[in-house]
């Protein structure tokens, strides 16, 4: 199990009444225990199922809900109704609940006993009308929720409610993200900032300033063994490459490197961070050529690399909210085989067979996605504070089907907005010394960038091939927050209207507030 998943659970709620007597609700009780342990079985869904019982009455799901709120360790709630449970007994629980709600929509037994059918058994076994009553009281209420239709035991139903489950544990771990920003945001760029105050009131992540002198109080306590040591742990997971910067400064850049890795991690551990953002124009002392300077040589790629890849968020430029999502995507995509990264549009090549968008970064990719063992290189980075040499790892990307997400702040509300994109083998770019992917935004380039751009999305992205637009939706429902995805079935016409109506729908939405 993924570390991210291993103390969280699932509390699974089976609906039932006290109608048809107790001895139906011990074998209510009986199927609802074997479906559970199916469940945890069948090794799909990554975090644990816990069965928490039979609810017969308002009483007993108000209850369980209410524990559920105060249990830490409860991702989400999924309910089914094995019985007819008359839904007005749900009203209460579901007004007092504050946990993601899945309705898994699904029977004990696969097919109808044709030549045994009676009464009895069709009063235990009505999911199909149950269900429905259920499904009418959260429609009725708003409840957001997911709802999962198919056989328990089917690997198709059990993927869907992995899906919710993965998601769930991201949304549980967004309300404990502390993320920091290493200096501001980059100066007069707009998509990277917004409001943080309503973003952790809707979303959970909460987003500090941190001086970059407190920054440098930490680098400075590293010593020159633990950068040593460090480095060495470079040598057996990368291939080194020294260029034209020759031995002896690759050596120190790596080094110069390694101390910022060691002093970000402390501060992130000491402060209780998952996240972070930096800023190529706050780095420490301004200048470089004091006697007395004290600061990072350049911006420290690297570690941002490889705290990436451990799990911390990341945004570049002071890009909270990537940062931020970042993390949840990770949470994500735990125990799924291809990875995640944080990538900035960078170029486009028009190109007659088949036209493409570079993603990249000046340093920050996580080799996650790499295809390759990546290099361990050093070469001068001429943007920012600081116009110097500085290490990063460089790499290209698998190749394959992807998905990109952000947030943007429009004012009134949050936007997800997902792009399916189709990753692909670039040509060689022998003097692009930085970590790249390369990609066709679906459809079409032209109608998949072009709708980005009409959703008013950013440059910066939380990319992933194994978390889909599925996983998306279902984090922007239990977020509240808007969600629209662009996809092989994306029209500009459709897209254009899909934004007018939403505009409409969030517009009422406040008004009626």
């Not at 369980?64 to 989400?76: K, S």
Request: glycine share 8%; with cysteine.
């Amino acid at each position: 199990m993924a570390k991210a998943f291993e103390n969280l659970e699932l509390w699974w709620i089976t609906g039932a009444q006290l109608l048809y007597g107790g001895e139906t609700v011990k074998i209510v009780d009986g199927h609802s225990q074997e479906m559970v342990a199916g469940l945890n079985e069948g090794g799909v869904i990554p975090v644990k199922v816990v069965y928490k019982g039979t609810a017969n009455s308002s009483k007993e799901v108000e209850a369980i809900m209410l524990e559920a709120n105060n249990a830490p360790q409860c991702a989400g709630v999924i309910t089914w109704m094995h019985t007819f449970s008359p839904a007005k007994m749900w009203i209460k629980g579901l007004q007092r609940l504050k946990k993601p709600l899945l309705h898994f929509h699904t029977q004990y037994n696969a097919e109808i006993p044709w030549s045994t059918m009676d009464m009895d058994f069709m009063n235990l076994n009505q999911s199909a009308h149950g269900d429905i009553e259920y499904g009418h009281i959260c429609t009725r209420m708003r409840i957001p929720r997911k709802v999962v239709v198919g056989y328990w035991k089917s690997k198709e139903a059990q993927e869907k409610i992995a899906i919710w489950a993965r998601v769930a544990a991201a949304v549980n771990d967004a309300h404990d993200v502390r993320c920091l920003m290493f200096g501001m945001n980059m100066n007069n760029v707009a998509v990277t900032d917004g409001d943080r105050v309503e973003f952790e009131q809707r979303l959970g992540y909460h987003v500090d300033y941190y001086p970059v002198s407190s920054l440098m109080d930490y680098l400075k306590k590293v010593t020159d063994a633990e950068a040593d040591a460090l480095v060495e742990e470079y040598k057996q997971l990368y291939t080194i490459k020294i260029d034209e910067c020759g031995e002896q400064v690759y050596w120190e850049k790596v080094k110069n490197a390694a101390k910022a890795e060691i002093a970000i991690r402390r501060v992130l551990k000491d402060e209780g961070a998952t996240a972070f953002t930096t800023n190529f124009d706050d780095l420490g002392d301004a200048d470089i050529t004091a006697p007395d300077f004290f600061g990072f040589d350049q911006i420290p790629g690297l570690a941002c690399q490889r705290l990436m890849a451990e799990g911390i968020g990341f945004g570049a430029e002071g890009d909270w909210k990537t940062a931020c999502l970042y993390r949840s995507i990770w949470v994500m995509n735990q125990g799924l085989p291809k990875g995640c990264s944080f990538l900035e549009d960078y170029t486009l090549n028009f190109a007659e067979d088949c036209t493409s968008s570079l993603q990249s970064h000046m340093l920050e990719v996580t080799p996650l996605i790499a295809s390759d063992k990546p290099k361990l290189e050093v070469h001068f980075l001429g943007i920012g504070i600081r116009k110097q040499e500085t290490a990063r790892l460089v790499f290209t990307s698998k190749t394959g089907s992807g998905c990109k997400a952000t947030i943007v702040d429009l004012g009134n509300r949050f936007r997800l907005i997902t792009s399916d994109v189709e990753c692909i083998e670039p040509k060689p770019m022998p003097k692009l010394p930085v970590a790249s992917a390369l990609w066709v935004p679906q459809p079409t380039f032209e109608i998949g960038a072009g709708a980005w751009i009409l959703a008013g999305g950013t440059h910066h992205s939380a990319f992933s091939y194994d978390i889909t637009a599925e996983y998306w939706e279902d984090f922007a429902d239990m977020m509240g927050i808007e969600f629209i995805g662009i996809n092989k079935d994306t029209t500009i016409s459709g897209f254009k209207q899909q934004l007018r109506n939403n505009e409409i729908y969030y517009m009422l939405n406040k008004a009626l507030m």
